[in-house]
């Protein structure tokens, strides 16, 4: 069984300030990891995913995500936060032998202050 | 964006009626997923499907029923409906593989009173 866990369901940062969104994985085989973004009354869109080919993974609006085996992290980070980043971020994990299923994070409500 | 519709969008409805919400894709997109969304536990699997009448459960699938007769349309079913099914639903489709991406629709915002 996979789990993931996020530290923090809120975290609020001013503008230009450093993003980091924590999250934390469960996983009894090598995991795939992904972040999605929720907008305001909207479904989830994909920000970027680990699939095993970089440790290092960027993805879209210039957030990236460091997979760290040894500490079973998959941090969010972004170097300069934008008032439109404000949104709410889920963490996901999926495993092999896993039934393509996701197991989300109970999420991080980010907000960017002027 | 992918092509997934969901309705209807809003809906209110009574304790104890029944309630199909549906899942359209112009995918043809093998796996097919409902999920719901309550504050403080992120979203959770209620049902899956991997290709047409094959079905699965998730972590959360008591109250609700699915059916897939057609790659497009994947229906959930809320046989008697209960306010502790009062939530925002959301589907999803991939092509399958655990690391292959899966794509949200906009929700359904069901509310039962």
């Known amino acids: 069984a996979q789990s993931v866990t996020q530290l923090g369901s809120h975290v609020s940062v001013s503008e230009g300030a450093l993003v980091l969104l924590r999250c934390n994985y469960s996983?009894?085989?090598?995991?795939?990891l992904f972040w999605y973004v929720q907008y305001p009354n909207q479904g989830l869109q994909l920000l970027l995913k680990?699939?095993?080919?970089?440790?290092l993974v960027k993805g879209i609006n210039g957030f990236e995500a460091e997979f760290k085996k040894s500490e079973t992290s998959f941090h969010l980070t972004k170097p300069s936060a934008h008032m439109s980043d404000a949104a709410e971020y889920f963490c996901?994990?999926?495993?092999?032998?896993?039934?393509?299923?996701?197991?989300f994070g109970t999420g991080t409500q980010l907000k960017v202050e002027l | 964006d992918a092509g997934i519709t969901q309705s209807p969008r809003h809906k209110v409805t009574e304790t104890g009626t029944p309630v199909t919400l549906r899942c359209h894709q112009t995918?043809?997109?093998?796996?097919m997923y409902w999920y719901r969304q309550d504050p403080g536990h992120g979203l959770r699997l209620i049902h899956y499907?991997?290709?047409?009448?094959?079905?699965d459960k998730g972590e959360v699938s008591d109250g609700y029923s699915v059916s897939r007769s057609k790659t497009e349309d994947f229906l959930l079913t809320l046989e008697s409906a209960t306010s502790s099914q009062t939530s925002v639903y959301f589907c999803?489709?991939?092509?399958?593989?655990?690391?292959?991406?899966?794509?949200f629709g906009p929700g359904t915002r069901l509310l039962v009173l």
């Open positions: 999803a489709i991939s092509e399958g593989g655990e690391q292959e991406t899966q794509y």
């Open positions: 996983s009894s085989v090598p995991p795939y």
């Open positions: 680990y699939t095993s080919a970089a440790t």
């Open positions: 996901a994990v999926s495993a092999t032998g896993g039934g393509n299923k996701l197991t």
């Open positions: 995918e043809n997109h093998r796996y």
């Open positions: 499907s991997y290709g047409v009448k094959d079905t």
